[in-house]
């Protein structure tokens, strides 16, 4: 499956958000996602599953002013 | 005095009145490092993309989050539908309702465009948010931003990074007599004399990131910060002595040898 995640395009297995952060390592609880510019609530990373053409984007903090 | 002086914001209360910013240091230790020295409780973050291959350790792995209060900013955008979308996605990722709200205007002043600016605070005031605004050092704005719903203001007291210092000390006098929620001056301190200023003149905190980080040791710049706020606010609260065009002797004329 191909999505874009971050504007970077990625071959996918995973079948749903969560499974997605899992292959990439990222943990859940520092992160916000969106999906297809829908801000998905944490709880939803389990049950929402994701599409060919998905456009994903995964955002967390980092230094700034 | 001091000690039972805080800085309320939305019901909050927080001892120190220095916020900082997490940018443009040499490294996430020396951020940590900074960020202890400088006594703050608030400390501004940015959103980003996470980078996928995940070379790079994270801030917040290097720093004690129980310590802080997280205050994401929407640096970057320039529409109200970005600062939006940015807060929206701050508040899933850190489960708070805080936000520095920036609606830039343009890329080399990085003035606010206030248009917009009040345009997004409308929303994320509806939305619940604790909206914290970098704007103008304009009483009208500030008064504005008051009405709608903003926690804090936060004036410039001169260009983000410019380390100008304060450069219009009677506009922010005026905006502290125009709104009764806390006012932080936000960009502009190049140095600790300009933040004691910021708090001489009755502010209730200051924020400052380029000031810290782009000092020759920010570690040390960082506790000078910390206690010209700290002096600077003691100073307001004791009531500074009236300036005077001359002299008044400060020995008794009595006893004077004749």
């Known amino acids: ?65 | 005095m001091a000690n039972s002086d805080k800085l309320v914001i939305a019901g909050r209360e927080f001892t120190s009145r220095l916020m900082v910013g997490t940018g443009k240091y040499a490294s996430n230790e020396e951020t940590a490092r900074a960020l202890e020295a400088s006594g703050a409780q608030i400390i501004t973050v940015a959103v980003r993309r996470v980078n996928l291959d995940r070379s790079k350790e994270s801030l917040l792995d290097c720093i004690d989050l129980k310590k802080y209060t997280l205050l994401p900013n929407t640096a970057g955008c320039y529409t109200a539908d970005d600062a939006v979308r940015t807060c929206r996605l701050a508040r899933e990722a850190g489960m708070s309702d805080f936000v520095k709200l920036e609606v830039l205007g343009d890329e080399k002043t990085l003035f606010p465009e206030n248009e917009e600016l009040l345009k997004a605070a409308k929303i994320l005031v509806k939305e619940g948010f604790t909206v914290l605004p970098y704007t103008s050092d304009d009483p009208i704005m500030c008064r504005k931003l008051e009405d709608i719903g903003c926690a804090a203001v936060m004036p410039l007291g001169a260009p983000i990074g410019s380390g100008l210092g304060i450069r219009n000390p009677y506009n922010i006098r005026i905006i502290l007599e125009t709104v009764k929620i806390p006012v932080i001056v936000d960009a502009g301190v190049g140095t600790a004399s300009d933040a004691a200023i910021a708090m001489e003149l009755g502010c209730h905190g200051v924020l400052m990131n380029t000031a810290i980080a782009g000092a020759r040791n920010p570690v040390a710049m960082a506790e000078a910060m910390n206690l010209a706020v700290r002096a600077g606010r003691l100073a307001y609260l004791a009531g500074r002595i009236p300036r005077k065009l001359y002299a008044t002797a400060s020995s008794p004329l009595e006893g004077l040898l004749e």
Request: glycine letters at 8%.
């Open chain 1, 1 to 65: 499956m191909d999505i874009a995640i971050n504007g970077e395009n990625r071959s996918v297995s995973a079948k749903t958000v969560k499974e997605l952060l899992e292959s990439l390592d990222i943990d859940s609880k520092r992160v916000a996602v969106e999906l297809n510019m829908e801000i998905l609530p944490k709880a939803d990373y389990l049950t929402r599953t994701i599409a060919d053409g998905d456009r994903i984007e995964i955002v967390h903090f980092v230094g700034g002013g």
